[in-house]
Structure formats: C-alpha cells, structure tokens
C-alpha cells in the first residue's frame, strides 16, 4: 500500500513580518561588546554589515515557497517507471539550536508516477529547506513530504548524511562523528528489496563525469 503524508508542513515561515536590517546589525554588534571585543576599532567596524549579509545566504530558504520550486513538471515519461536517483548532493545548513553548520550531504530518490521534474528543482528543494533553521531528522521530512506531496509519485526516498559542528567543535567536541537520518514514503516504505536497491546505489562509489 502506497502511504503519503496528507498534507505538507504548513508554511508559517513564509511572509512574516521582520525585523529591519539596522536592528539586526545593532544585535551583532552587541554580541561583539558582549565577547569583550571594541566594536569600533578598525577589523571590526563592518563586521555587523558582514555578519548580517552573511546570514541573509544561510537563511535565505525563507524567502522560496517549495512547493512552487517543484510545480513545473513534465507529465508522460513514456515508459520510465524505475527510480530516479540524485544523490551525493552537498548540504549546508544551520542546527536551531547552536546556529552553527551542519555539513552534510544529501540523496533523494522517487519513483514516477508519470511526472517527472527537473532535476534541479529538487538540488533546490534541499537548498531551500537547508537554508532554514531546523534539527536534520525534520530537514529530511520535510524534503521528503515534499516531494511525495508535490508530484504524487509511487515512492519517494531521502537521505541525509551530516556532521553537525555543535557537536564536533564545542560541547562533546566529537570530529568525525556523522549523524544519518533518512525517510521512505510510499513504495519505499513498504519494499525492503527497493529500499536496499536504493541504499546499495548511494554507497556506490561516484566517478565525477563533470
Ligand atoms: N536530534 C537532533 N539533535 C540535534 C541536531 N542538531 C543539534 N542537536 C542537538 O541538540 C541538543 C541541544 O541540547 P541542549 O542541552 O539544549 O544544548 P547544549 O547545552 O548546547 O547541549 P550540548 O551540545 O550537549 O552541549 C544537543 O544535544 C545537540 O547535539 C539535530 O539536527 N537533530
Ligand atoms: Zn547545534
């Protein structure tokens, strides 16, 4: 039996009223006075500009519905019925907890039910969600319900692979430590057979073709 999430993720994100630019910048400047540092002094006196530029490119997943990301689809795929696989996509995010990176990478996989999309629309659906503020296991739904939600194929697979810096650079201060979260819907979810197929494809080792 094929499952799928009934609904996507509300989009309460979407259009909140924010905060202005100046306010934002007075707050990393606060954070340097706090650290003990002279925010005045010559190194440091773009820095809040800097900062806040910065994180308008690691949250700018806010600014993109992704629904309408994957709107644009191709129907009638003749008979192409397998799975379609992008995987070793690199992933950079931001844990809600710390606001520090997560570095990873992701693998997405479906099964068409007739439609397909462009394979670029989905490196972008990872793109916007990763640009957000979340924990990996909600990344990796949300990704996934998506998708499923989107495109109504058979079956839809993610996999993320990430280490995440709270841990590996302060706190328990574990290097190399990978944390893998992963979510099956459909066909996925009720096929074990499937499900190694797909797993056995993304730790085939990858050639770069270009
Ligand atoms: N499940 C999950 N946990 C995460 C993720 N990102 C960060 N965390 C964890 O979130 C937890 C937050 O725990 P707290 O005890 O509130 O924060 P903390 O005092 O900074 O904890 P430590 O990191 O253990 O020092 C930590 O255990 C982090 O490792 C994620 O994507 N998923
Ligand atoms: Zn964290």
């Known amino acids: ?54 994180y308008e490119e690691f949250f700018e997943g806010y600014n993109t519905d992704p629904a309408e990301l994957l709107a644009r689809t191709f129907e009638e795929t003749d008979d192409y019925d397998d799975m379609i696989v992008l995987r070793n996509m690199r992933l950079e995010s931001h844990c809600e907890h710390h606001i520090v990176p997560i570095i990873g990478k992701a693998h997405i996989a479906y099964l068409p039910n007739r439609r397909v999309v462009g394979i670029s629309k989905l490196a972008r659906l990872v793109e916007v969600y990763a640009k957000r503020l979340q924990i990996q296991e909600t990344l990796t739904s949300q990704i996934a319900n998506t998708i499923a939600e989107v495109l109504r194929p058979r079956g839809v ?29 459909g066909e996925f979810k009720d096929d074990a057979d499937l499900r190694r197929d797909f797993l056995a494809q993304i730790a085939a080792p990858s050639e770069r073709f270009g």
Request: some cysteine; hydrophobic content about 45%.
């Open 1 to 54: 039996m094929t499952r799928f999430p009934a609904t996507l993720p509300q989009e309460k994100t979407l259009g909140r009223p924010r905060p202005d630019r100046a306010a934002v910048e007075a707050a990393v400047r606060l954070i340097i006075e706090w650290a003990g540092d002279d925010p005045d002094r010559e190194g440091l006196i773009d820095t809040p500009a800097r900062v806040v530029r910065a």
């Open 157 to 185: 697979a993610v996999v993320v692979e990430a280490a995440h810096m709270c841990m590996t650079t302060r706190g328990i201060r574990k290097p190399g430590v990978t944390m893998v979260t992963r979510r099956f819907i």
